[in-house]
């Protein structure tokens, strides 16, 4: 019976992998169209000696959210770490990078000049995640690093948001990459002197409540079930209150409307600014994006990261990627 039962499993794990490595294909073929007229046949040649692989995010293609960019980074980082492989990161959509995080133990920085477009030059890799499943992560991680080390060229781009990250310490590898830039730091301290103890919510409806149009989103709800929707989340922080009574709560949304309806608690806490997504700015300025990195700092810091999921609402990788940066216990509360 045991026997019976390993070889289904086995026939199985074959079909998720036949039906990921065809999803893979196509998406890597529909991206490579997109990004192949940004390069060229100038016969420009790459200045690297020896194998260096770059990590790109610079609008050429969708490359989703912080936390997206992050685990992809990250995952790209252990592999290149892992084969001795010089790393780079090119981040300058819709912001420079270096504006937030800049480079810490590991130097990554890599400025435009440096790069080779020429498609003839350059080896150009593509890997989006598509199911989000635990073997889809062990699957990724074999791909990539069969590509990056099966690769002749010298230059190495890679687009990705692969998670296979995730199954390492994300933290440590965060750390070696990335420290925070002055003006950030000094807006992050201030913040967590000023709001103590806390535990952390986060609530993405994408554009369910009608206060923002999401690229995957799922469509604005009638007015009755927008409010009944915002009713009964608040009713979730509320029983968290409870559980927590002597603690704030920092409420993280994609919605303002929520925001504003969540603030008429007396225990609820959230950071100043404007909320932006990654995918969809369209500006480079400091002040819109810096939100972004600053809730996601201030959720990894929470005694708790919670994140509340009902009907159509989005689980968002966001506070779980944030809770991984210093190993804070992490729940979805589903309603």
Same mark, same amino acid.
């Given at each position: 019976?045991?026997?019976?039962? /390993?070889?289904? #499993?086995r026939k199985l794990k074959k079909c998720?992998?036949?039906?990921?490595?065809?999803?893979?294909?196509?998406?890597?073929?529909?991206?490579?169209?997109?990004?192949?007229?940004?390069?060229?046949?100038? /016969?420009?040649? #790459?200045?690297?000696?020896?194998?260096t692989i770059i990590n790109i995010f610079n609008g050429n293609i969708y490359q989703g959210g912080l936390a997206d960019r992050l685990r992809g980074i990250i995952s790209t980082y252990i592999i290149c770490k892992d084969l001795s492989y010089d790393y780079k990161l090119y981040f300058n959509n819709p912001f420079n990078l270096n504006d937030f995080f800049t480079s810490n133990i590991y130097h990554w920085s890599i400025d435009k000049n440096s790069l080779c477009m020429n498609y003839d030059e350059v080896e150009i890799i593509i890997l989006e995640t598509t199911t989000g499943a635990h073997w889809e992560s062990q699957r990724q991680e074999k791909w990539l690093k069969k590509r990056i080390k099966n690769s002749q060229k010298k230059e190495i781009h890679v687009y990705t948001n692969a998670f296979f990250s995730y199954n390492y310490n994300y933290s440590q590898y965060f750390n070696e990459l990335f420290k925070l830039s002055e003006r950030l730091k000094n807006r992050y301290t201030q913040l967590c002197s000023q709001f103590g103890t806390y535990i952390s919510v986060s609530a993405r409806f994408l554009d369910l409540i009608g206060d923002f149009k999401e690229t995957f989103g799922q469509g604005e709800l009638p007015e009755e079930q927008k409010k009944d929707l915002i009713n009964k989340t608040l009713m979730q922080i509320n029983k968290l209150h409870q559980q927590y009574p002597k603690m704030n709560i920092l409420v993280n949304s994609d919605s303002q409307i929520f925001l504003n309806a969540a603030k008429s608690f007396s225990f609820v806490i959230e950071s100043p600014g404007t909320i932006s997504h990654l995918d969809t700015s369209e500006t480079s300025e400091y002040d819109y994006n810096e939100k972004t990195f600053i809730d996601f700092l201030l959720i990894a810091n929470a005694t708790k990261i919670y994140l509340l999921k009902t009907g159509k609402m989005h689980r968002s990788g966001y506070p779980f990627a944030a809770s991984l940066l210093q190993n804070k216990p992490f729940q979805i509360i589903e309603f």
């Open positions: 019976m045991v026997n019976i039962y /390993k070889k289904i #499993t998720q992998y036949y039906e990921w490595n065809i999803k893979r294909i196509k998406r890597e073929k529909e991206l490579r169209a997109k990004l192949l007229p940004h390069y060229s046949s100038d /016969k420009t040649q #790459t200045q690297f000696t020896k194998k």
